[in-house]
Each structure stands twice: as C-alpha cells, then as structure tokens.
C-alpha cells in the first residue's frame, strides 16, 4: 500500500480539521454564495479545488520550493493576489444597477464566471502554495513508492474535503442572498456585504507575513 492507514488515520483527521478552518478560500466562497446564488457558491468552491490542485501539482515538481526559498516571486504573488481581491471588491460596491438585469442573467454564467474568479483567487494566493509544500511532505514515505504520486494523493484528500466544506458554506450562503435578493434593497446590501468581505480577505493576505 503506497500510503499506510496507519498514516492515513493521522492525516485525514488533521486535514479535516483545516478544512474546517475559516480561511480566505471559504470566505471567497461564503462571498460569491451570498451575492449569486447557491450554484455560484459551489461553483466557487470547485474553483478553489482547482487552483489548489494545480498548486499541489506545481509543489510536487518544486515550484513551491522556489516561492519559499526567494521572498520577491512570493511576494509579487501575494500582491497579485491583493490587487485583484479589491478589483472584485470594487465591482462588487459599486454594484449591476440593475437588479431585474442581474437576476435574470443565466445561472450557467454566473456559475462559470465564480469558478472562473476563484481559481484565479487561488492561483495568486503564494500562502496555498507554501503551506501545501510544509504540510504534506510530513506524510511522504520514500520508501514506500513514488514521493510524488504519494504527495498528490495527499494533496487529493485534502482538496476534496476542502471543496465539501467551501460548497456546503457557498450554498449556505447562496439562499440567503436569494432570499435577500427579493427586494432591490436587500440586493444592494448582498453586494457591499460582498465588497466588504472582499476587501477583508485582501487586507488578511496583504497584513499576513511569510512564515
């Protein structure tokens, strides 16, 4: 067996436990649920699968050795990240100015361009990156096979209880901004809770320092 249970009863409880942390990626999710809808939402969470998939690959092939060993590439990542956070922010407070229009726009739409804006959160959030590469190694046995196949099964686990939690929030979330989106009012006040949530996770990322 490439990966022991004796190592999986060890690991999957303690990715357990992170996933069900709050973080950037579940607020993310949490902010597209409320502002488009339960499908948004899960969207969303399927995003931040991806983006935190592609990280676990480009750690296995040590992409994440070099953001931790050079502070510049993490930081323009990090800044990257930041900057277009408040962009979404931006759009978000400024609002559609039309709620009849932004209602019925297609679900489908909608959905792909929350995925679409979550693998890029994803993406550009360097702390992923260096955390999946501090993490998972712990439970990487040489010995036993393929460091890399093992490191991705690892990664596998994570990001799948990770995507369980950020789609069960983001469809949390999505009805209650249906049932706020009933009256233009209560619309208007999902896009700056938006704005602001937004803005939050920005300032976390930014005020956040390299451990």
Request: with cysteine; proline share 4%.
């Amino acid at each position: 067996m490439l990966i022991p249970a004796e190592t999986l009863l060890v690991f999957v409880p303690a990715a357990l436990a992170l996933n069900l942390t709050p973080g950037n990626d579940m607020l993310f999710c949490l902010g597209q649920g409320m502002k488009s809808g339960p499908r948004a939402g899960i969207a969303a969470s399927l995003g931040i699968a991806t983006g935190v998939f592609l990280h676990c690959c480009a750690a296995g092939i040590g992409l994440a050795a070099l953001l931790a060993a050079y502070p510049a590439a993490f930081e323009v990542l990090r800044w990257a990240g930041v900057v277009y956070l408040v962009y979404l922010a931006v759009q978000a407070l400024r609002g559609s100015g039309d709620l009849a229009a932004a209602r019925a726009a297609p679900t489908r739409a909608s959905a792909v361009k929350a995925w679409r804006a979550a693998v890029l959160v994803s993406l550009l959030n360097p702390k992923v990156a260096v955390f999946v590469l501090a993490f998972l190694p712990q439970f990487v046995d040489v010995s036993r096979g393929s460091a890399f196949v093992q490191f991705m099964l690892l990664g596998l686990i994570l990001n799948i209880g990770g995507t369980v939690v950020n789609a069960v929030v983001g469809a949390f979330a999505g009805r209650i901004g249906r049932w706020l989106g009933n009256r233009p009012s209560r619309f208007r006040v999902v896009e700056v809770l938006t704005g602001i949530l937004l803005l939050a996770i920005a300032a976390r990322i930014a005020l956040e320092r390299r451990v």
